[in-house]
């Protein structure tokens, strides 16, 4: 079979190939892919009618009817071993099966589409009815909340300022305390250390006086000893005003540090609260802004529908008067 239709195929000429068998081929697969082969290369290759002589059922029917449908041809079969031309049965094509359906499916659905197409437009207008009532609603609760929201806005606005500044003032407070405190233990530091120095003096002048009386050949080693140790006293006198002034230039230092920390963090909330009541406005700004372009588009669609109304019924009219002029 693969070489008769390679012959055929051959003749330039031919419009049609009718393949007579009974389809037990010796290579159905490679007839087949011969087809397609020739299908893929030649787009206009004639179209092959199969003419099944065989069964009518089983793998046989099945080969000449894939001839067929590989070459967008017809699938014929004879009703009986023999006979006449007109008791050949005529099967259609899967192409012409789908197109029969695919015709009757767009009637169906134009009828559908017409039925959906009516209720649409009425459940269009009964919306649009609802929706004039509803806008009108929506317009008068759009008014009650923007004037609610103003109102709390203000009020929090009022409450973040009224909090910055109680937080301004207990900074200031716990730095004055604190500075307060430091100071005064500065102060009783030099107070006690100037109460010790004196104390010392005094005893060490009455050693002295002792010395001097039983000892006056040991006035100048008692007089060196004594400027050696005034030296020192002077020294750790320094010594412990520096340290106590360090201190209390750090602990100074600390507190504005802390000061300066609340103070700022009370600055990033107040912003902050602040640029939250700005999104907030201006979020309700944009709102209300599409909300009147709502309004102003549905306004102009009843003037227009009204001028439409008035104009039919004008015309009504003018034909009713001209009717009974006549």
Not at 259 to 278: Q, S, V
Request: net charge neutral; with cysteine.
């Amino acid at each position: 079979l693969a070489s008769a239709l390679q012959i055929a195929f051959q003749c330039q000429n031919a419009t049609e190939v009718f393949v007579l068998s009974d389809g037990n081929v010796d290579d159905p697969v490679g007839c087949l892919d011969l087809l397609r082969r020739v299908r893929h290369l030649h787009k206009n290759a004639p179209p092959i009618h199969a003419v099944n002589f065989g069964s009518l059922q089983g793998r046989a029917a099945d080969f000449m009817a894939d001839v067929a449908a590989s070459s967008r041809g017809r699938y014929l079969e004879y009703s009986a071993p023999c006979g006449l031309p007109q008791r050949v049965l005529k099967i259609e094509t899967a192409q012409d099966v789908h197109a029969l359906r695919c015709a009757a499916l767009s009637r169906e659905n134009a009828v559908v589409f017409a039925e959906a197409q009516a209720v649409y437009f009425d459940e269009a207008r009964k919306v649009k009815l609802r929706n004039e009532g509803r806008v009108t609603a929506a317009a008068a609760d759009q008014a009650e909340q923007a004037k609610g929201v103003l109102a709390i806005n203000r009020k929090r606005a009022r409450d973040a300022e009224a909090a910055h500044g109680r937080a301004i003032a207990e900074s200031r407070k716990e730095f004055q305390i604190a500075t307060h405190d430091k100071e005064f233990f500065w102060q009783r530091h030099v107070v006690q250390n100037s109460l010790w120095n004196k104390d010392e003096r005094w005893r060490h002048a009455d050693e002295v006086k002792a010395w001097e009386a039983e000892y006056e050949g040991m006035v100048g080693h008692a007089e060196q000893k004594h400027r050696q140790r005034l030296k020192q006293l002077e020294l750790a006198d320094e010594t412990a005003v520096a340290s106590a002034q360090a201190k209390y230039a750090a602990a100074v230092a600390k507190a504005e540090a802390y000061n300066g920390l609340m103070l700022k963090r009370a600055t990033e909330k107040f912003e902050a609260e602040i640029e939250r009541i700005d999104i907030l406005n201006n979020s309700l700004l944009e709102r209300r802004a599409t909300h009147n372009d709502l309004v102003f588009a549905i306004r102009d669609e009843n003037e227009k529908r009204a001028a439409a109304m008035a104009a039919a019924i004008k015309q009504k009219a003018n034909l009713r008067e001209g009717e009974e002029w006549r």
